[in-house]
């Protein structure tokens, strides 16, 4: 790949793209996950290795001549509200002196519907911006860890979301970036909902390992995968705002699939680095410039569980950013048609 040639260029820059660090006995957290914590990458809000790409002259171009790109993805986790929330809910609008708000969730309390099944929602919201996204959904049995929905009653949305030219990937459980055995099952599990090969990945809690898991993604037929950013910190983790090939160091080679590094996950702002409203848009909107200057690729994941209030706001907030610098906004599979030729 000429991309690889230009960064093998830099010995330092090298090190950052093939996450060199993360090779050999790394500290791994509680998840099996290399934390930001623990990286030499000190600049994790700089697309360092994307920048000198440009200089060297690297340039994608996307299908309208947009300047750059956004990659939408929504991790399904959930879509019931827990019993417990919903209580929640119920209390904090007392609190506020909000009755009505009260008696809603008190009823929603006893009702079957399903309040986080908001794919239509999420797709009007977006189809306002000339937006598309990924929908990532998890396929787990009963008694896997997280198993909190069966895909399968799910058939009618999901054949709606591809049907509409919005994608539905896989949301790989957590043991399918490790085990190649879970991830065929849970890749056959949606396909047969789907009705046809599932190509575009997420890992549940983000859990990966270089080079492992996209040796396995790619054995198992997945043509991208976008789970590439850390739990604990937004940014760039190997420095890189385009969608690239990883590069084994220790096979020597370049693996056959591509990757769509993530820049923002919606709780890494908040759970994670407990950013309020103002300071978490100052970070994303600096990624977001960032990733213009080179014209990258910025990859949000937000959860349909992030869909409410605030959050949604937030979630708008950078829609509106995005059209009006001319992005392209669209799904990590058009993205792959795109740039992967
Ligand atoms: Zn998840």
Redesign the pocket.
Known sequence: MRMHAILQQDPEIWRLFTCAEEYNGSFRDGYDRFPHYMSNNREPFEPRASRYLVEKGYRPEYPDGQPFAVCLTH???AVYRSALSKGYATLSALKRGNLAGALASARQLRSKRLPFCNFREIMALEEEYGARSSF?F?ALAPGDQ?YSYDVRDFEEEIGMIADAGWEVGL?GGHRAYCDPEALAVEKQRLEAVLGRPVIGY?????RFRVPETWEHLSRAGFRYDATFGYADCVGFRNGMCHPFRPYNLQAGREIEILEIPLTVMDCTLDAYMRLDAGRAWEVTHHLIDATERCHGVFTLLW?NTYMEGERLKFYEKILRYCREKGAWMTSGEEILNAVDK
């Open positions: 991790d399904i986790d990532y998890l997280d949301h997420r890992n549940h809690f983000l959860h």
